[in-house]
Nanobody, 123 residues
Framework: QVQLVESGGGLVQAGGSLRLSCAAF????????MGWFRQAPGKDREFVAA????????FYADVVKGRFTISRDNANNTVYLQMNSLKPEDTAVYYC????????????????WGQGTQVTVSS
């Protein structure tokens, strides 16, 4: 079992920045691929970014590419999402997720999910 706890959400003006953190508790963190997803009211959950376990290869949704950066600290069992140049359309609940093996943009492929953290971007 892997338990995930997100933090770092909040209210920010358009153009601002936030850094989300996701602390993982449980089994060997470095063997898990980690993903960030988000869900806005009335919309489906969508992929944001993902990072592989040990070789830290990353990939992003086109809508956040160049603005968001995913990273991980395997020594401290934490994955981060640095969000810059935030836009009102980035407003959503952000979730981190974990799965053994390779990273993917497919939400249903992830086995473990955090409770989510709210990000609100005002215009």
């Amino acid at each position: 079992q892997v338990q995930l706890v997100e933090s770092g959400g909040g209210l920010v003006q358009a153009g601002g920045s936030l850094r989300l953190s996701c602390a993982a508790f449980g089994r060997t963190f470095s063997s898990y691929a980690m993903g960030w997803f988000r869900q806005a009211p009335g919309k489906d959950r969508e992929f944001v970014a993902a990072i592989r376990g040990s070789d830290i290869i990353t990939f992003y949704a086109d809508v956040v590419k160049g603005r968001f950066t995913i990273s991980r600290d395997n020594a401290n069992n934490t994955v981060y999402l640095q969000m810059n140049s935030l836009k009102p359309e980035d407003t959503a609940v952000y979730y981190c997720a974990a799965r053994p093996g390779t990273a993917t943009a497919v939400a249903t492929a992830y086995d473990y999910w955090g409770q989510g953290t709210q990000v609100t971007v005002s215009s």
